[in-house]
């Protein structure tokens, strides 16, 4: 009887446990009580894509709290885990955040499942915002980043180049000589910092470097080349021809000690040490004044004669999901372009404001030189988000092969044309 | 003959009755996403109450099946939620074109006519055989070795056997950053020391980084297959050893003739792990080339995928280029190759214990 009595106690125990545990779910999806009890636009769930801004996140969604008695509760994902494979779990189960990061091209993927923003007064301050054909204004750019030849402007300044010449091939091959003649006099280990290691690296070379292909020189909104490229994979040999000349003096000139094996790591501690004149990365390899004892400027890839512009753009955006919390995701958005939020996004993560009327500055040493490029509209679009998913993993092999010597310049352009071709074919 | 009382069927048959109206009760609340705070009581006090139940169930003949069937539920119920429905569905996505997101379409044979179109996949096939190849032979040698080291008289047995057990206990991720690391900064230093040029990692090139791989899930696995032919040596009767030492065979005769016959059934098991822990090659992979490497010219395509394994080809399929029905096709493909291959192997390894 003693037994029965304990299976029968033991067996409501885990029923009581898991019934326990289903409501503590249930009561998230609730519309939130503020604190004031006045009345709120309900609780909302963010899914964020950048765990070095996590703790900045929980101290906005405290303020957001504070200033309007709306609850957001901030989940990061990051680092190894792919917030996109994620977010299909979570879609799954019934388990979606109300605003969640996607990259550009990853709209498509949630087609008809994305709130249209259109209207917001948000998106009259900034020209950022992620716009789709058939969906409209779908994401909220809640950070601007660019990507050029990040250069110690301090090191230049010695060797006696001016970087706003870097405009040309022969203006860079002369300025890499110079530098390369000055090495020992600079304090420099190599020229440039540039690693086309695949398998961890390929992000930045399939990616960010194989961008400049797609959009160096063109205006913010030429999509001349991310059009050809997914017309079924086409380049244009002459300008692809180009760059693989300008790729070609970056491997000569790059640390050979990072050229194929080094690590993210490795070449953004050479560059704040000052071993390397320039840079193959963003404003997000070196995020605060203290990590670095010079000015920091960017340069274009300017790998056909006249290209005067970096990249920039948001890398990623927040979008609302259609079925979750519409009306709580856009008050946020709202709020989250004001100024409170804007001084905790600029000057506690350090992230660049996408929000003209943001009257912080940001304390990135790239930022000075971003500005400048963008004020002037220098600067062109993050297309290279746009290309086929996993892209990126095919074209960062080239570039290790021809960093290898295994490809010459017309090589690495034929073999660049196959693989896209063969990419987008299969 | 004892009979059960009305009591005792009213309490069984209400308790299944109301258990299951509950529990589907539950189940359709949580389809129409309805009362949160209950359905999940609902559906467990449903659960329970049937179980209860169908143990008061009134027949004495069926009631020892009933316990059991009792028992086994939880685990049943677990492998069929974490293994036959993912198969199932499995199958059903890869008919489909489904996104990971939605199913826009059933495209029949699609992707399976696509996928045997890649040079890339057809490549990751190619070298996994060769991967598999190389680990068996590899693999056991290594660990036979070993094992016979660790049961021969010398001293310090016990550390000899956890030093090269330890490398099994380490993650295949991190073990792939280690050896990563080794290969990169470590080999290549030393390498360009000699050579008095720059030498790049042994990683770079899609031979030699085969070839890592391979060295690297060696070193990793040995150590576990050691311990079963430790095992195995260790069951040898002492007696058959000593009969053959008095007949005076020499301790290759005794390997040959004695211990590897009388080992059979543990040499199965070893190579029959090996076999389809060395296909299904995917966390080493990926930490230490992520199946980067190229291949200059295979049936006239240059590949980017040199040391992609075919789990690895699966993963990427699915999740980095977001074609998750596609990257099912795979799936179901390598299914069927992996149950074939193991099922021939067995059947293969046990006719020849017979035989021996």
Redesign the interface.
């Known amino acids: 009887m003693k037994k029965k009595v304990l299976s029968?106690l033991l067996?409501?125990a885990?029923?009581?446990c898991?019934?326990g545990?289903?409501?503590t779910?249930?009561?998230d999806?609730g519309t939130a009580a503020s604190s004031d009890g006045s009345a709120k636009v309900g609780a909302v769930r963010l899914l964020n894509g950048k765990p070095e801004i996590d703790s900045q996140l929980q101290e906005l969604a405290a303020l957001y709290k504070e200033e309007t008695g709306n609850i957001l509760t901030v989940e990061t994902i990051g680092g190894d885990t792919?917030a996109?494979?994620e977010l299909?779990k979570m879609?799954?189960a019934?388990n979606m955040p109300d605003i969640f990061v996607i990259e550009a091209n990853?709209a498509g993927?949630?087609d008809g499942?994305l709130a249209n923003l259109e209207g917001e007064a948000w998106t009259n301050n900034t020209g950022f915002e992620l716009v789709d054909s058939s969906m409209g204004t779908i994401g909220f750019p809640y950070t601007v980043e660019a990507t050029a030849l990040g250069y110690n402007a301090d090191v230049l300044k010695a060797a006696g180049i001016d970087a706003s010449t870097l405009t040309s091939y022969e203006a860079y091959k002369t300025c890499f000589e110079t530098l390369d003649a000055k090495k020992d006099e600079l304090g420099l280990t190599a020229v440039l910092g540039w690693c086309a290691?695949?398998?961890?690296l390929?992000w930045s070379s399939g990616t960010h470097v194989f961008g400049q292909y797609l959009d160096a020189g063109l205006a913010a909104d030429d999509t001349t080349y991310i059009d050809l490229l997914n017309d079924g994979g086409k380049v244009d040999e002459a300008r692809m021809l180009n760059f693989a000349k300008f790729i070609g003096l970056m491997n000569d000139y790059s640390d050979?000690?990072l050229l194929?094996?080094g690590t993210y790591d490795q070449q953004v501690a050479g560059f704040k040490e000052g071993k390397y004149a320039f840079i193959t990365q963003g404003n997000w390899c070196v995020t605060s004044p203290d990590d670095v004892a010079f000015e920091c400027g960017f340069a274009p890839y300017a790998f056909e004669d006249g290209i005067d512009t970096i990249i920039a753009g948001p890398p990623s955006y927040w979008v609302s999901y259609s079925e979750g919390n519409v009306a709580g995701a856009k008050a946020f958005f709202n709020w989250c372009a004001g100024d409170s939020a804007q001084n905790i996004l600029v000057n506690k993560a350090g992230l660049v404001s996408p929000f003209d009327d943001c009257q912080y500055e940001a304390v990135n040493p790239f930022y000075k030189s971003m500005k400048t490029y963008i004020d002037a509209n220098k600067y062109s679009g993050w297309h290279t988000m746009l290309k086929?998913?996993?892209l990126q993993?095919?074209?960062?092999?080239?570039f290790?092969?021809y960093a290898?010597g295994?490809l010459d310049a017309e090589g690495f352009a034929t073999?660049m044309a196959?693989?896209i071709s063969?990419y987008y074919a299969? | 003959m004892r009979e059960f009382s009305t009591g005792r069927k009213i309490t069984s048959f209400g308790l299944m009755g109301l258990g299951a109206i509950l529990s589907v009760g539950g189940l359709v609340l949580a389809i129409m996403k309805l009362l949160d705070n209950f359905r999940g009581a609902m559906i467990i006090g449903g659960v329970v109450m049937f179980f209860v139940g169908l143990y008061l169930f009134p027949t004495f003949k069926h009631h020892r099946s009933i316990v059991n069937v009792i028992f086994l539920f939880p685990l049943l119920f677990a492998f069929a939620v974490t293994v036959i429905v993912p198969l199932v569905l499995g199958i059903g996505y890869s008919f489909t074109d489904w996104d990971g997101i939605r199913v826009r379409g059933f495209i029949g044979l699609e992707n399976y006519i696509r996928m045997f179109k890649q040079p890339g996949f057809l490549w990751s096939v190619l070298i996994t055989v060769l991967f598999v190849v190389f680990n068996i032979i590899l693999v056991n040698l290594v660990a036979f070795l070993l094992a016979l080291l660790c049961t021969s008289k010398i001293k310090g047995l016990g550390f000899f056997r956890a030093a090269y057990f330890l490398p099994n206990l380490i993650g295949g991720i991190v073990l792939g950053y280690i050896w990563q690391f080794i290969f990169s900064n470590v080999v290549t230093k030393i390498t360009t020391a000699i050579m008095q040029e720059q030498t790049y990692s042994m990683l770079s090139e899609t031979k030699t980084a085969f070839i890592g791989i391979v060295i690297v899930y060696v070193w990793q696995y040995a150590g576990y297959i050691m311990l079963i032919y430790i095992t195995g040596l260790n069951t040898i009767p002492g007696d058959v050893l000593e009969a053959s030492a008095i007949d005076g065979a020499s301790p290759t005769q005794t390997l040959f003739n004695i211990k590897i016959p009388m080992i059979a059934p543990t040499i199965t098991i070893c190579t029959f792990l090996t076999l389809t822990s060395a296909f299904k090659q995917f966390d080493v992979n990926l930490a230490l080339t992520n199946g980067t490497g190229s291949v200059q010219n295979f049936f006239g395509n240059y590949l980017t995928n040199g040391t992609q394994m075919l789990a690895l080809n699966i993963y990427n399929t699915a999740v980095i280029n977001d074609e998750y029905a596609l990257g099912q096709a795979k799936a179901v493909f390598f299914f069927i190759v992996l149950a074939i291959v193991s099922i021939v192997q067995v059947r293969v390894s046990n006719k020849r214990e017979v035989e021996l």
């Open positions: 029968v067996a409501g885990m029923a009581a898991l019934a545990c289903g409501s779910a249930g009561s999806n792919n996109a494979d299909k879609y799954q019934d990853q993927t949630w499942l290691e695949p398998a961890n390929g050979p000690a194929v094996d086929k998913d996993g993993n095919v074209t960062c092999v080239v290790s092969d290898q295994k073999t196959q693989v063969s299969n």
